[in-house]
């Protein structure tokens, strides 16, 4: 499979716990995005990597939410003491450096309860 | 702050007729993307729009870019239904690339 990869794809969680999602960009993708997709609304940017560094990080990015990308590969997007109004669909994206085109995963669909 | 507009947000349209998607932003850019949702499921790229007066089509849809008037346009020939989904266009700046996405338009194809 070459496409962008999320797990799990649908998680329902009560209110203060923790969550973590997965995403495998393509594989020769340096470049990662996360973005949150509310209902009826375009995604939002969230924060992105450039190989392991984390570039840019978006003012909606509470101090909740924390994204790493070890060794410039998977990224991981944890949400500590999750709301009710972090309940959205999370979109990841991987492009090449040098081409702006971003290729979308399948999302995860977070229900807070 | 860079700000993308899409109008009609809501379009019910008959197969077989023609009609168009308007997309405006707020800041310079060069790089615009068009991209269709269906319901539950993620985004599908459907054009990418790098230069002033660039013009893609793909079947019964077309896009075209006047980075001078900062207006893309997504038109729709001789609608059929499997085309019904939510369109959104989006906008990038600088070099992180980052998207700004409409709030996108359902259209909706009645036989």
């Known amino acids: 499979d070459t496409g962008v990869s999320q797990n799990p794809r649908h998680k329902i969680t009560k209110r203060g716990q923790n969550v973590t999602f997965r995403c495998d960009p393509i594989s020769e993708h340096n470049r990662l995005y996360w973005y949150r997709q509310t209902l009826g609304q375009g995604p939002e940017f969230l924060t992105y990597?450039?190989?392991?560094?984390?570039?840019?990080k978006s003012r909606l990015l509470s101090d909740r939410f924390s994204a790493e990308r070890p060794k410039g590969s998977f990224s991981t997007l944890e949400i500590q003491r999750t709301e009710q109004g972090d309940s959205a669909m999370y979109l990841c994206a991987s492009s090449l450096v040098s081409i702006s085109e971003q290729y979308f995963g399948p999302g995860t669909r977070l229900t807070v309860t | 702050e860079l700000k993308v507009e899409q109008n009609p947000l809501f379009l019910s349209m008959q197969e077989g007729k023609n009609y168009t998607i308007y997309c405006n932003y707020s800041t310079t850019s060069d790089r615009l993307y068009w991209y269709r949702q269906d319901p539950g499921k993620s985004l599908e790229s459907l054009f990418v729009l790098l230069s002033n007066g660039a013009v893609k089509q793909e079947g019964r849809l077309m896009a075209s870019l006047d980075t001078k008037a900062r207006l893309s346009t997504l038109h729709i020939t001789a609608a059929v239904h499997d085309l019904s989904a939510t369109y959104f266009c989006?906008?990038?700046?600088?070099?992180?690339?980052?998207?700004?996405f409409g709030k996108g338009t359902l259209l909706t194809v009645n036989p």
């Open positions: 990597f450039q190989n392991e560094a984390q570039l840019e």
């Open positions: 989006a906008v990038d700046m600088g070099s992180n690339y980052k998207l700004t």
